[in-house]
C-alpha cells in the first residue's frame, strides 16, 4: 500500500540475537521486546508471538536466557527474561558472525 513502510522478513537465526541483545539492555518480557525491537528498528522489523515466544522457550531451554515471574509496569504478572552468562557469550559470537557476514555481503554490494 502507498504510505506504508516496507516490512522486512528477519533472516532464518537472526530472531535469536536480535532477542539476546534486547536482553541483555534489562530484565524484560515479551510484549516489551517485541516493542522494542519495532521500536529500536523505526518500525521496519516486526515480530510475532508465534516467533517470539517459541524462540524465548528455545533460548530459556539452551540456558541463554532465565525466566522468572514478576510483575510488570501494568501489575499483571508476566515472564521477565535476563541474559545468563553463556547467553553473553553466545550474543558475542553472533554479534562478531553477523557484522563479518554483513561487511562481506555490503562489499559484494557496493562492487561496480
Do not use: C
Amino acid at each position: 500500500m502507498p504510505g506504508d513502510s516496507p516490512k522486512s522478513d528477519l533472516l532464518q537465526g537472526t530472531l535469536d540475537v536480535l532477542i539476546l541483545k534486547i536482553v541483555a539492555l534489562g530484565p524484560v518480557h515479551g510484549y516489551a521486546i517485541a516493542q522494542r525491537l519495532q521500536q529500536i528498528s523505526r518500525d521496519v522489523l516486526q515480530v510475532q508471538q508465534g516467533s517470539l515466544y517459541p524462540a524465548l522457550h528455545r533460548l530459556e531451554k539452551r540456558r541463554w536466557v532465565r525466566a522468572e515471574w514478576a510483575a510488570s509496569e501494568t501489575g499483571r504478572e508476566a515472564r521477565f527474561y535476563t541474559l545468563t552468562k553463556e547467553g553473553r557469550r553466545q550474543l558475542e559470537d553472533q554479534r562478531a558472525n553477523w557484522m563479518r557476514l554483513s561487511t562481506a555481503v555490503t562489499a559484494v554490494l557496493d562492487t561496480e
